[in-house]
């Protein structure tokens, strides 16, 4: 019996064991992966897309290509799980901040979304900076990192129709979708703007500029309704 239970400790013992270098070897493959992709979205804001290779990741991050393409397919592969994984650190940096009570008019509702947008663009501008380049590009054949791009842009978009859904009933499903357009193209140009002139305002902490032009917009939405609905 004695034989019996040493036998039986010493099986889940090396279950356990194997267990825990497993866990060891999955955590330190996460780390690795995302070591890499710091490397990527660092060379790929100073050099671009065409700048970016697989030899300056592997000089920049320490892991040799082999480690890389083992985690990534090609460049490609890996500037698209830059922009993905940047996208998911900006909606989860879009609820940072607090949000506005019940009894919030219009315009502190507005401006407190400008400023969700600008705070999660500072902490994860990979994204947009590095997707921006890709959208101006047009190739027979698109990227991977560019497929990837328009895709959570177009998701951006969504959310941004949802949310203003909420907060604007009486629009229609087509004034939604304008000022969620709007909204995209807006940050797309405060962005821009703030990567190509350092010593001009600072557009991105301009939410108060921000708010007033989304305003004005939503106001014009408004009375396009309302002459639509006297006709």
Same mark, same amino acid.
């Given at each position: 019996m004695s034989i019996l239970i040493v036998v039986i400790a010493t099986g889940i013992e090396e279950i356990m064991s194997t267990s825990q270098q497993t866990l060891k070897k999955r955590s330190n493959g996460i780390a690795a992966r995302g070591k890499i992709l710091d490397a990527a979205a660092e060379i790929a804001s100073e050099r671009g897309y065409e700048g970016t290779s697989i030899s300056l990741v592997s000089k920049r991050s320490g892991f040799p290509a082999s480690s890389i393409y083992w985690h990534f397919k090609n460049k490609d592969d890996l500037l698209a799980a830059v922009i993905e994984r940047s996208f998911e650190a900006w909606l989860h940096a879009m609820s940072d901040l607090e949000v506005p009570g019940e009894d919030a008019s219009l315009e502190e509702v507005v401006t407190h979304e400008a400023a969700q947008f600008s705070h %999660?663009? /500072? #902490?994860?501008? @990979?994204? +947009? $900076?590095?997707?921006?380049? +890709?959208?101006?590009?047009? =190739?027979? /054949? @698109?990227? &991977?990192?560019?497929?990837?791009?328009?895709?959570? $842009?177009?998701?951006?978009? $969504?959310?941004? #129709? $949802?949310?203003?859904? =909420?907060?604007?009933? /009486?629009?229609?499903?087509?004034?939604?979708?304008?000022?969620?357009?709007? &909204?995209?193209?807006?940050?797309?140009?405060?962005?821009?703007?703030?990567?190509?002139?350092?010593? &001009? +305002?600072?557009?991105?902490? =301009?939410?108060?500029?921000? %708010? %007033? %032009?989304?305003?004005?917009?939503? /106001?014009?939405?408004?009375?396009? =309704?309302?002459?639509?609905?006297?006709?």
């Open positions: %999660a663009i /500072e #902490v994860s501008p @990979d994204f +947009l $900076r590095l997707g921006l380049m +890709l959208g101006l590009e047009h =190739r027979p /054949e @698109d990227p &991977t990192a560019r497929k990837m791009f328009l895709k959570v $842009r177009s998701q951006a978009f $969504r959310n941004a #129709v $949802r949310n203003y859904g =909420r907060l604007l009933p /009486e629009l229609d499903k087509k004034a939604l979708e304008e000022l969620g357009s709007f &909204t995209i193209a807006l940050a797309d140009g405060f962005f821009m703007s703030q990567q190509v002139a350092d010593d &001009t +305002l600072d557009l991105m902490g =301009r939410n108060d500029l921000q %708010a %007033a %032009a989304l305003l004005g917009v939503i /106001e014009m939405l408004r009375k396009r =309704r309302k002459g639509g609905k006297k006709k």
